[in-house]
């Protein structure tokens, strides 16, 4: 199969979905922003409440938005024409970004909270997001050992890739909602005279950047989840080959030559069987989310 033979399902819905994603994200990481310039005194790193504002600010920059780019970026249809080993390391390099974000704001927030005497790790919040951070840091490392480098035996990746895959949209998923239940944490205890309850602007902006993180994560998951709008089988082999394995992510098809008397039909039902064989093993490379 050639690439440029392929053509994505609903091309005009995806890219709509895309934009509105990109555009619901960027739009969310401004209001983090401008909520904590705006209403929170601003950014510093000397302990005080403006260092523990690193902390929404890297969460929905990292964590929230650029692990969400990661999670599609192999179903951008105008990458489908660069090798898959290409894609894994631009995925796996958001990743990795978005994993460096989120514990400089985790140390933001344990750093405060050491400087003004709170206590950490009391809230349902605090439990859950390091939780994330945590399965994240494993869900990268296994990414990189296992699908990224070439030592990993081809039945192992097989095996791992469907709990890969739904791990990573657990994950995302998990720090959505954690996200909204921190945001949520900081106004009741922060606004005073009114407060919370009595919808003051803060609670109001700050509620609508919670309704972006939602929007912005059913997106991410919609585009995830359709089998239709995933990138193609490779046609060539140009990936990694593991030690003692058969090329990852590869389709056992053969070329046709223009002198060829090799009956089509029969060819076309071999294709099949080692695209069936192979379905697994491609899954793994195509739709991993770290």
């Not at 990292?62 to 990458?79: E, K, S």
């Amino acid at each position: 199969a050639v690439h440029g033979a392929w053509k994505m399902e609903d091309y005009v819905q995806f890219l709509a979905l895309l934009v509105s994603a990109l555009l619901v994200g960027f739009v969310s990481v401004i209001f983090s922003l401008v909520w904590v310039f705006h209403y929170r005194g601003g950014l510093s790193w000397d302990g005080s409440a403006q260092e523990f504002n690193w902390h929404p600010v890297l969460i929905i920059t990292g964590f929230v938005f650029i692990q969400g780019i990661a999670i599609i970026v192999y179903r951008l249809p105008w990458t489908w024409k660069c090798s898959k080993l290409l894609m894994k390391f631009i995925h796996a390099g958001l990743n990795t970004i978005a994993m460096i974000l989120a514990i400089v704001s985790v140390v933001a927030a344990f750093d405060f909270h050491n400087a003004s005497n709170v206590a950490n790790m009391y809230s349902l919040h605090s439990w859950i997001g390091l939780a994330a951070v945590i399965f994240y840091a494993i869900q990268l490392f296994l990414g990189f050992a296992v699908f990224l480098l070439p030592f990993a035996p081809v039945p192992l990746r097989a095996a791992l890739m469907p709990i890969h895959v739904f791990s990573g949209l657990t994950i995302f998923a998990t720090v959505i909602a954690t996200a909204l239940m921190g945001i949520t944490e900081k106004l009741i205890f922060s606004l005073q005279n009114p407060g919370y309850s009595g919808s003051p602007p803060e609670a109001t902006f700050v509620n609508c950047l919670g309704l972006l993180l939602v929007i912005f994560g059913a997106l991410i998951l919609w585009m995830a989840s359709r089998p239709h709008w995933k990138r193609p089988p490779e046609g060539n082999v140009k990936l990694l080959q593991p030690i003692g394995g058969t090329p990852e992510g590869t389709e056992v098809e053969s070329t046709v030559t223009d002198g060829s008397n090799a009956d089509k039909s029969e060819l076309k039902i071999n294709s099949k069987a080692a695209r069936k064989q192979n379905f697994k093993l491609d899954e793994a490379g195509q739709r991993s989310t770290m």
